[in-house]
């Protein structure tokens, strides 16, 4: 089946360490995203991608980085200049014509021990 | 740039009772409204969206939502819930056309349906 897959589904880390998260998609979709969900806070934009080999900040960046050498993939570090890292990352792509429809990943829930 | 509030942080309603979480959205210009679902520790699942046409907009396990545009409300109701309803769901706009799949999403509304 198509569809978007996160791994790994937990993650713990110690202050101070990067992490990568993975996030591989076959649905063939051209745009993909990392959104951070905190209890009560919605979900936040992190970066976004349109095409491969390119991609934009979202509206909390800092702390992060990301790389699309892939359609299929968009991984996501978690650099240790990313203050307050615990929380729940979500994957998504959205297709061509879905008016602004995304398709989500089930998560990764990362831990700064 | 545009934002949603989700009025509710919290529902609590008995099964097969109906419900309602409300949601209002801001922007100046047209938008898309989504309203999606999330069962715990896992992804989003779309309920169903507003692009244009019929205000009513019906999704799926028998939700609907009433676009309001003098109101710029998007409100989700259910005429009778059941336990498995129990989750927490999310409203999201995003500008029609232009935002490239940018949503924005509300704080999120807890239901919780009792038996």
């Known amino acids: 089946d198509g569809g978007i897959t996160q791994s790994p589904k937990y993650l713990f880390r110690k202050e101070g360490q990067n992490v990568t998260l993975s996030c591989e998609q076959n649905l063939n979709h051209d745009a993909m995203y990392w959104y951070r969900q905190d209890p009560g806070q919605g979900l936040r934009l992190i970066y976004y991608?349109?095409?491969?080999?390119?991609?934009q900040k979202g509206d909390i960046a800092e702390g992060y980085s990301v790389s699309r050498e892939k359609k299929e993939s968009f991984p996501l570090t978690v650099t240790s200049a990313q203050k307050n890292p615990t929380a729940f990352y979500l994957c998504?792509?959205?297709?061509?014509?879905?008016?602004?429809?995304?398709?989500f990943g089930e998560g990764s829930r990362l831990t700064v021990l | 740039a545009q934002s949603v509030t989700q009025l509710d942080s919290q529902v609590p309603v008995f099964e097969e009772a109906p419900v309602e979480l409300r949601c209002n959205y801001s922007?100046?210009?047209?938008?898309?409204l989504f309203w999606y679902v999330q069962y715990p520790n896992q992804g989003l699942q779309l309920l169903l969206k507003?692009?244009?046409?019929?205000?009513l907009v019906k999704g799926i396990n028998g939700f609907e939502a009433e676009f309001n545009k003098s109101q710029t409300s998007f409100h989700l109701r259910k005429p009778s819930v059941h336990i498995s309803d129990t989750a927490e769901y999310f409203c999201a706009v995003t500008l029609d056309g232009t935002s490239y799949g940018k949503l924005t999403f509300g704080q999120g509304t807890i239901l919780t349906v009792h038996p």
């Open positions: 991608s349109q095409i491969v080999n390119d991609f």
């Open positions: 998504a792509s959205r297709g061509p014509r879905e008016a602004g429809e995304l398709f």
């Open positions: 507003y692009l244009s046409g019929s205000t």
């Open positions: 922007s100046s210009v047209s938008v898309y």
